[in-house]
């Protein structure tokens, strides 16, 4: 499939691009955001052919700074509110997304459904993507699935569904520029996101599997690691990334040596430090909780031995 990219200005590669700590590899340029893309600022990506200006993403920065150069089209790793704040700086220019992640671009009751909120933090957060997020509802949208190819003349774009944070999710590879932009498969400490209503941890697993594969030397992630060059440390620290998930299980299956309630599982903190205070924390917990018991359960690796107890086995 080839994403059909709107009909724009020539020789875009020829122009300048100023922003502070910006990194060029080739037709493709960081904008990094303040503190490397530390949430809820993000790293956006500037892609320059001869006949089109793509941007990966529009950051919050870039909400805040303005975009450096005429753009003819916004691509989306997938549809988050802190993936889209700069579109308040573009408007009118095109915008695609996967097509498993159109129903959060076209209204905020879809972008909510996306996430799957308790009511009690969902009425707080809606105000707050308005607000500090700049949503507006885009009336317009393209979509594409997965290998679709955008040709900006001179430089290619392919997107690469990696499903798991949400469902649309994907990595863009530009082959020219050996460079591949990760969204959020961000490559942190942390570990993957998969907490929301479109979210899956199977799928998420599926994707860091596919992304070893990806031939590039420089690996751009959203958040917090910024640039990754070199294709050794960028597997060593994929590596890293999903041994979150097999510890975090690790982690849960000695806590149920004993028999243990998802509330007792919420308690203890499989995701967040006991430090951290968010109204999302109790919610988060009783998702990855769900998530891990249920599949634990299917593996047989624990036992469910009353009604809302587990213990392993």
Known sequence: MTGELSSGMTKRSSMNINWPDALELGPVTVL???????????????????????????????????????????????????????????????????????????????????????????????????????????????TFSDNAIFDLGGVEIQAIHTPGHTQGHC?????????????????????????????????????????????????????HKWVISGRDLFLQMLDDFAKVISNREAEMLEFMTEPKTVDDCVARRFVYRPSVDMNLVDHVETRSALIHINRMLKQGRIAKVREDTYQAV
């Open 171 to 223: 990595a863009f590879l530009i082959p020219q520029a050996r460079t591949v932009f990760l969204g959020d498969i961000e490559l942190s400490g942390f570990g993957p996101y998969y907490f929301d209503a479109h979210s899956s941890l199977d799928s998420f697993e599926r994707s860091i599997s596919l992304c070893r594969s990806l031939d590039a030397d420089h690996f751009v992630t959203f958040h």
């Open 32 to 142: 990094t955001g303040l503190e490397k893309g530390k949430y809820p600022h993000g790293n956006s990506v500037l892609v320059k052919g001869t006949n089109q200006n793509v941007l990966i993403d529009p950051s919050l920065t870039v909400a805040h700074r303005g975009v450096p150069i005429p753009v003819d089209q916004v691509l989306l790793s997938h549809v988050h509110e802190d993936h889209i704040p700069g579109m308040s700086q573009l408007q009118g220019i095109p915008v695609s997304c996967h097509e498993d992640d159109a129903v959060g671009l076209t209204s905020i009751d879809g972008l909510m459904s996306m996430y799957g909120l308790p009511q009690s933090v969902e009425q707080e957060f809606r105000q707050e993507v308005v607000t500090d997020f700049f949503y507006q509802p885009q009336s317009d949208v393209s």
